[in-house]
């Protein structure tokens, strides 16, 4: 029988469910993050914006108290970039994308800092950390006066188990500046790299799905030939998209009515699901690619949606959401978004 074939709208409802951005979620808020596969958090305030948008109520002292308590973790995971997380998903994710990680230092940073062996820098990152975590000025100076410079440290930090402590990386104090040995800061937990590749590509399909083997490589920064046997010995469905390439899924995962509403939402930069792994499900229409993810703006910009789909930028400023939309807006979609933006311009006035 032939795999059923899903439209770029089925596709993008479906992302935009298991993402929380149809209805928000009432469940806790480790449990959204751990739906949507964790929050991207190079920009520490757009994990809390990206969050607002998905779970009913949440307050900016939740997402802050979770940090505080442990309850989220915030390291770097998959494609060496920093996520936050729930406790129970941090080591799993961590031991997952360990070799990638290394693999990606030999690749990248061996070419900055030579012939260094990353083993013995990391082993004196440890130590420095042993007695609880440093700010990042400390650490680089600390290993500089043991002879490693700072492009030798910020690549080593790959090598081990790092997270990025609070109160930095909050709200407040949105720069992560604060460095932790993960084993100290959350208890380790014991799973095979096997086993944890495999829960890995489970929570990417759960949040990302349906989806093809190759995009999940790009999220997880995984090889897809070491995913492919992985994927092999799954429960999968499988379909096919518009250009015919196979998708993957989850058994009982949902996919909603292509018809099914799609309210405004704003998420934050670097969210996750404008990035190509995602692309097949149009959420960030290609001609506004580039503008989004323009070289001359490194951070990126804050984004909204209007029927699932990117439809302009935002900022605060001057204590209100300002919007930049990138197409002509109804009046209709014009007050939802307005509507929505004050919601938000509250959010940022806790």
């Known amino acids: 029988m032939a795999d059923a074939v899903l439209s770029a709208r089925q596709l993008n409802r479906a992302l935009l469910a298991r993402q929380l951005l149809l209805e928000r979620a009432s469940s806790g808020i480790e449990a959204a993050v751990e739906q949507v596969g964790g929050l991207q958090t190079q920009n520490a305030k757009s994990g809390y914006i990206g969050l607002w948008s998905r779970l009913a109520g949440l307050r900016r002292s939740h997402y802050t108290d979770a940090l505080n308590e442990r309850r989220l973790i915030q390291g770097w995971l998959m494609r060496v970039t920093i996520h936050t997380v729930n406790a129970a998903d941090y080591w799993p994710m961590a031991i997952a994308v360990r070799e990638a990680r290394r693999r990606w230092w030999m690749r990248a940073w061996s070419r ?165 792994h995602a692309r097949r499900t149009g959420i960030l229409p290609e001609e506004f690619r580039p503008i989004v993810f323009s070289i001359k703006a490194p951070q990126s910009f804050h984004t909204f949606l209007l029927d699932g789909r990117v439809a302009g930028t935002w900022r605060h400023e001057d204590g209100e959401i300002r919007l930049k939309p990138l197409r002509e807006l109804t009046r209709s979609e014009r007050r939802g978004v307005e509507e929505e933006a004050h919601r938000l311009g509250a959010f940022h006035a806790e």
């Open 112 to 276: 900055t800092v030579g012939e260094v062996d990353p083993q013995r820098a990391a082993d004196a990152i440890a130590e420095e950390l042993a007695g609880g975590p440093l700010r990042q000025r400390e650490l680089h100076a600390r290993l500089a006066a043991r002879g490693f410079s700072k492009d030798v440290v910020n690549g080593a930090a790959l090598w081990i188990d790092l997270v990025r402590v609070p109160p930095q990386g909050t709200w407040d104090r949105p720069r992560a500046d604060n460095y932790g040995l993960a084993e100290q800061w959350i208890a380790p937990q014991e799973i095979t790299e096997e086993a944890a590749r495999e829960r890995l590509l489970r929570q990417y399909l759960a949040a990302y799905g349906p989806a093809a083997l190759a995009d999940a490589a790009g999220w997880t920064g995984i090889p897809g030939a070491a995913l492919s046997p992985i994927v092999e010995r799954m429960e999968l469905r499988r379909f096919r998209d518009e250009a015919g390439r196979t998708l993957l899924d989850l058994p009982d995962a949902p996919l909603p009515d292509v018809d099914t509403p799609a309210p405004p939402r704003f998420l934050g930069s670097f969210d996750p699901c404008l990035m190509v």
